[in-house]
């Protein structure tokens, strides 16, 4: 210790200098064994399947050989099948029921919810619960409500003496149904990130507001629904993402049924891909769906690019 | 447009803890009020009352003898200024300040002409088109201030709305306030803890400490004769010396003794003091040093603080309590010495055992 004390102080200065010529946030090529083991499993789980998907959509390929490049035989294939082109139509056609509905309902649930009391506690419990159900739980207890004669809605509808519409069979309602049970699964992220988005405005600017004589509609016009316009366009845009992806309700509960009216496009892939081993036509529209998908999520980045560059 | 207010016998309680009690004061047109105190004193909850923000438990709020308290927030003819400012983000400063006078309907040439107005008063024209989040702090509490004009109000609420800026933003904009109440001559109430605020722009100060008001005062009131030992302690930079202390009414005026024999001719009257023990309260600036010997007691210097016009000097007496007195600028004096410390009798204080003061005859 006394040594060190006696070392004469001019070192120092010399010592400190070096030390800050040192970047800290330098690359040390070290690090990268920390991001490895995602990277290994990112390139084996996603990356590798995604080019082998997009190579087998360009082959007649089946579950024992990956057969002959066909080129965009299976495009042209698959855009002149129609229960194909159904299934594209029955997937916007769900996506444009669910979303809207989601975020309309997910806004008014976590407007009516956002407050200290027990009773909205327990409540958004309540509706946050039904998400985490397994898809099957959720499309048997949908199954119940909407059999016909014994169902839950034909039990009601009979008390009244009429006749419970028939969500699962009727062509025209069949995936109204779907959409229903759907939005009553998923409605809990949605009413989530907006009570966290309400949650988010400051207390302040709603006094600011009601010192500037702003009626419950205008403070929700011009002060709640602008403060949350960023977290409103990410929940419709993560739920176009989730709802193109429509499987599990529609196998479940209607098989797709009746004709097709409400075979979305994963079921289609499905179908195709595992029940008919027509590997490469099933890729192809595994493609076509990346593709929608993929678009929806470029819409998002570029959404919230400009509202990051706009702040 | 300017206003009486007259608070009587607001009381005010969240759950079992009472934040308000039995609080009365009047305050006249034009007048620039301080509410001054802790933290926790119940001074910004009184004023959120004033707002409708919070609620009046018992005791009645009347604007100009019209009874406001059962009015909402829009309603009571007042203007507030937040602490954080509050400004709407996504608005532009143009629709935040004719956010409250659209929704009052009014003529959309009014409002323009209204912000227009203050713009030109608050030197802001160039900000009109910008959003907050483009604003630097101090040009966001303008406004803020200036969201508060358009309005014309009865009267105008600030909630410590110079402390989120730095210092020397808050001293110039302090004076721009100055300025401002002059020249709207509307009536004004402001909350600080911040002394300084409170003696350089109040008509009147409220202190407030404990959920009541301790006094109401003008600024040199409350520093020179402050009507309680919380007032005296809380008021004033360094804050008064206290000393424990015995009276000795045998003469007209009473001579305080302090435990170790030192003792100081004050000039309050005897017979308007009671029996019972006593805190000797004088401040810096009442202390002069002298050489040792010379002055009521003697010290050694503990610590120098050099402000410039003046020396701050704490110096330890044989009991070991410190005495803060002040000394020239340059004072040669230096830590470790040992002086005298006169006391000035015509300038201190007494305060007995439940806080009440007495001072020196008035001159």
């Not at chain 2, 000394?327 to 004096?333: E, I, K, P, T």
Request: glycine share 8%; with cysteine; net charge positive.
């Amino acid at each position: 210790m006394d040594d060190r004390r006696a070392t004469p102080r001019t070192v120092l200065p010399a010592a400190s200098v070096r030390a800050a010529s040192v970047d800290i946030y330098a690359p040390q090529w070290r690090n990268f064994i920390f991001v490895a083991p995602f990277l290994f499993f990112f390139t084996t789980l996603l990356l590798v399947p995604l080019f082998w998907g997009m190579w087998l959509s360009f082959h007649k390929a089946d579950t024992f050989s990956s057969g002959n490049f066909v080129g965009f035989g299976n495009y042209v294939r698959l855009f002149h099948d129609k229960v194909f082109l159904q299934s594209v139509w029955n997937t916007f056609y769900f996506v444009l029921l669910t979303v809207p509905t989601l975020a309309l309902i997910g806004l008014f649930l976590a407007l009516c919810l956002n407050r200290r009391t027990r009773t909205a506690a327990v409540l958004r419990t309540l509706f946050f619960s039904s998400s985490v159900l397994s898809v099957t739980i959720v499309t048997l207890i949908w199954r119940i409500v909407f059999i016909p004669n014994v169902g839950l809605l034909s039990t009601i509808y009979g008390w009244f003496g009429a006749t419970a519409p028939a969500f699962i069979s009727d062509p025209s309602l069949a995936m109204i149904g779907i959409a229903i049970a759907t939005v009553w699964w998923c409605i809990g992220l949605p009413m989530m990130l907006f009570l966290s988005a309400l949650q988010q405005i400051p207390q302040d600017i709603y006094e600011a507001a009601a010192l500037d004589n702003a009626n419950r509609w205008q403070t929700l016009r011009s002060i709640t629904l602008p403060s949350i316009k960023r977290t409103f366009v990410l929940v419709v845009i993560v739920q176009i993402v989730l709802q193109f992806q429509l499987f599990g309700q529609a196998w479940l509960m209607t098989r797709g049924g009746p004709n097709n009216l409400t075979k979305p496009i994963v079921l289609y892939i499905y179908d195709t891909a595992f029940r008919r081993w027509d590997l490469g036509m099933g890729a192809a529209a595994s493609e076509v769906l990346f593709i929608l998908i993929l678009m929806a999520a470029m819409v998002q980045y570029l959404v919230t690019r400009n509202k990051a560059g706009q702040a | 447009m300017t206003a009486d207010i007259e608070i009587r016998n607001v009381s005010k309680h969240f759950g079992a803890m009472t934040v308000l009690d039995d609080l009365s004061l009047s305050i006249k047109a034009r007048e620039f009020i301080v509410f001054l105190g802790p933290s926790g004193c119940g001074k910004s909850t009184l004023l959120r009352m004033i707002a409708g923000l919070e609620t009046v438990d018992t005791g009645e709020i009347a604007i100009n003898n019209e009874r406001i308290d059962h009015l909402p927030p829009g309603k009571r003819g007042i203007a507030m200024v937040f602490q954080s400012y509050a400004l709407y983000p996504h608005m532009s400063v143009r629709d935040n300040m004719a956010f409250g006078l659209e929704n009052i309907g009014m003529p959309r040439d009014v409002i323009e002409a209204r912000i227009k107005e203050s713009a030109r008063i608050l030197e802001m024209e160039h900000l009109l088109e910008r959003k907050p989040g483009q604003l630097s702090g101090g040009q966001r509490q303008r406004v803020a201030i200036g969201r508060a004009i358009v309005k014309e109000p009865k009267a105008f609420l600030f909630d410590e709305p110079l402390s989120n800026l730095d210092a020397a933003l808050r001293t110039r904009t302090r004076i721009e306030l100055a300025q401002l109440h002059q020249r709207l001559q509307s009536t004004m109430i402001f909350v600080t803890h911040d002394q300084v605020e409170a003696m350089t722009l109040a008509d009147r100060i409220v202190v407030m400490n404990n959920r009541k008001i301790e006094q109401i005062g003008s600024p040199m009131e409350i520093y020179d004769r402050p009507a309680t030992k919380f007032v005296a302690g809380f008021v004033g930079a360094p804050a008064m010396n206290f000393v424990e202390a015995t009276l000795d009414r045998s003469s007209r005026n009473a001579r305080a003794r302090f435990a170790d024999g030192i003792s100081v001719q004050t000039e309050i009257a005897s017979d308007q003091t009671i029996d019972g023990k006593y805190t000797f309260g004088i401040r810096s600036e009442d202390v002069r040093i002298v050489p040792a010997g010379q002055g009521n007691a003697d010290g050694v210097i503990d610590v120098l603080e050099r402000l410039g016009e003046r020396t701050l000097v704490y110096a330890r007496l044989g009991d070991g309590q410190q005495i803060v007195g002040s000394d020239v600028g340059n004072s040669r004096v230096a830590v470790g010495d040992k002086v005298g410390l006169a006391f000035d009798g015509r300038k201190s204080h007494l305060f007995g055992e439940t806080g009440r003061a007495w001072h020196a005859r008035e001159v």
